[in-house]
């Protein structure tokens, strides 16, 4: 997991983000390659309105938010003396991608290329980052997304908490986030009560990650409310964690957002970082 990838768009969370990517690109020594991204133009926008009325239709506004971008990227991680990529090299560096702004879906496509994806975590409000952004990362690119609440964390990884529901998702999700999980000091699998699908227990994952020389215990946390995503947070916070690892929307999409589901539930509200793949 050496290769970062930080979209970096204009909202309100954009310095934790880059604060956590950070964070991530010292405890894996790794490349951090910046981009300029926006929102996917709907097809039936395009056809109806002329490029006078909409802003980010206009080459120049486009070049100049991606170099707007690209500034703050570029000052953040020089003021955090990291070094510019210089071809082949192995340690702790930056670069960015260079090229006009990214809309949502290349985002996903371009992802693809690289280890894992920083994104800060989403909301419908103004100046907040984006639900299409998030999941057109976590359905198009293959990879893991880390998502990145509010406020950025001190440490990432020390103590991590996996929410098992024995999904193929979060099995995935684990195996993806192995390199992490190899330098943690205490890993948590955390069940709950009345969640999940059928498959293995927190015991059967434990005995693979002890197998593997990973610091390991498991917990069975009560959910009360019926509610796992809130349960799920809590006994991350509870458990003084620096990183939760989930599978992404085990449920479908269209159930999560008419019924709500724990990876909507998270997605909306998580303080602690998070690790999801799908």
Same mark, same amino acid.
């Given at each position: 997991?050496?290769?970062?990838?930080?979209?970096?768009?204009?909202?309100?969370?954009?310095?934790?983000?880059?604060?956590?990517?950070?964070?991530?690109?010292?405890?894996?020594?790794?490349?951090?390659?910046?981009?300029?991204?926006?929102?996917?133009?709907?097809?039936?926008?395009?056809?109806?309105?002329?490029?006078?009325?909409?802003?980010?239709?206009? /080459? =120049? %506004?486009?070049?100049?938010?991606? +170099?707007?971008? !690209?500034?703050?990227?570029?000052?953040?991680? #020089? $003021?955090?003396?990291?070094?510019?990529?210089?071809?082949?090299?192995?340690?702790?560096?930056?670069?960015?991608?260079?090229?006009?702004?990214?809309?949502?879906?290349?985002?996903?496509?371009?992802?693809?290329?690289?280890?894992?994806?920083?994104?800060?975590?989403?909301?419908?409000?103004?100046?907040?980052?984006?639900? /299409? =952004? %998030?999941?057109?990362?976590?359905? +198009?690119?293959? !990879?893991?997304?880390?998502?990145?609440?509010? #406020? $950025?964390?001190?440490?990432?990884?020390?103590?991590?908490?996996?929410?098992?529901?024995?999904?193929?998702?979060?099995?995935?999700?684990?195996?993806?986030?192995?390199?992490?999980?190899?330098?943690?000091?205490?890993?948590?699998?955390?069940?709950?009560?009345?969640?999940?699908?059928?498959?293995?227990?927190?015991?059967?994952?434990?005995?693979?990650?002890?197998?593997?020389?990973?610091?390991?215990?498991?917990?069975?946390?009560?959910?009360?409310?019926?509610?796992?995503?809130?349960?799920?947070?809590?006994?991350?916070?509870?458990?003084?964690?620096?990183?939760?690892?989930?599978?992404?929307?085990?449920?479908?999409?269209?159930?999560?957002?008419?019924?709500?589901?724990?990876?909507?539930?998270?997605?909306?509200?998580?303080?602690?970082?998070?690790?999801?793949?799908?």
């Amino acid at each position: 997991m050496k290769s970062i990838l930080v979209p970096v768009e204009e909202h309100r969370l954009i310095q934790p983000v880059l604060e956590t990517a950070l964070l991530l690109g010292r405890a894996l020594n790794g490349y951090l390659e910046g981009m300029a991204i926006t929102p996917n133009l709907p097809s039936y926008i395009a056809s109806d309105l002329a490029i006078r009325d909409i802003p980010f239709l206009d /080459p =120049t %506004v486009r070049r100049e938010r991606a +170099e707007a971008s !690209r500034r703050h990227f570029e000052t953040f991680m #020089t $003021a955090q003396g990291v070094p510019r990529s210089e071809t082949g090299a192995l340690e702790l560096c930056f670069g960015w991608h260079s090229g006009d702004l990214a809309e949502d879906d290349f985002l996903g496509h371009y992802g693809r290329a690289f280890d894992i994806t920083v994104l800060g975590r989403p909301s419908d409000e103004p100046n907040e980052p984006r639900l /299409p =952004t %998030v999941e057109a990362a976590l359905f +198009e690119s293959g !990879r893991p997304v880390l998502l990145v609440p509010p #406020t $950025a964390p001190a440490t990432l990884g020390t103590t991590v908490v996996i929410a098992w529901n024995r999904s193929t998702e979060t099995a995935r999700t684990v195996a993806l986030a192995m390199p992490l999980l190899a330098k943690a000091q205490r890993i948590v699998v955390v069940d709950f009560e009345d969640w999940g699908v059928s498959g293995p227990s927190t015991q059967d994952l434990s005995r693979t990650l002890t197998r593997n020389g990973l610091p390991v215990e498991t917990q069975t946390v009560p959910n009360p409310h019926g509610h796992a995503g809130e349960a799920i947070l809590l006994a991350a916070v509870s458990l003084g964690c620096d990183l939760l690892v989930k599978g992404a929307y085990t449920q479908s999409r269209l159930r999560q957002f008419i019924f709500g589901g724990a990876t909507s539930h998270i997605l909306s509200n998580t303080t602690v970082p998070v690790l999801m793949a799908h």
